[in-house]
């Protein structure tokens, strides 16, 4: 019998061994991290599309009286839970982000399209929209250059979802 050819074969599947042991191994902590990842972002994406800024009435007022400046926000909501949306609203020197959730609240400086006095906001239902009347002072923050909105989905903020860089003039 052939001594050295036996070691040989058995060098090969120890070799064999330990690479499918190493594979296994970087495959399980690839795998975890990974899926970790995936399932976080799960919500993020099958939210795509079911919560918009509605361009037609997303606008800048200039017409008001200097000083009292408003941005219009619209939003537009699909069939989704959500925890809340978060929007920014910035200029080249400022911006200004509030969140607004499925509760009436008061948010400083954010009012319901067709009233002037302090109202409580919030979401839109489900399959429906709302627009916002946002105190933008020109002469405190400047021009608008960008409307963005992110949703919070059970407790994890997602990336921002949409992204307006131009405002037209709403009048």
Not at 34 to 39: A, C, G, M, P, S
């Amino acid at each position: 019998m052939n001594k050295k050819a036996l070691s040989a074969v058995v060098g090969t599947l120890v070799l064999i061994g330990v690479t499918m042991a190493a594979a296994a191994l970087v495959l399980g902590f690839v795998r975890f991290f990974v899926q970790d990842k995936l399932t976080n972002s799960k919500g993020c994406l099958d939210i795509l599309e079911k919560i918009e800024l509605n361009e037609d009435y997303t606008c800048y007022n200039s017409s008001t009286t200097e000083g009292n400046e408003k941005v219009l926000v619209s939003l537009s909501r699909g069939e989704v839970s959500l925890d809340s949306v978060i929007i920014t609203i910035s200029s080249e020197y400022e911006s200004k982000t509030f969140s607004l959730t499925d509760f009436q609240e008061t948010i400083s400086g954010v009012l319901p399209y067709g009233f002037s006095e302090a109202q409580t906001v919030s979401l839109p239902g489900n399959e429906s929209g709302k627009t916002y009347v946002v105190d933008w002072p020109l002469s405190n923050y400047g021009v608008v250059q960008t409307v963005e909105i992110a949703p919070v989905i059970d407790g994890k903020a997602c990336e921002v979802l949409e992204k307006m860089d131009t405002l037209a003039n709403c009048f």
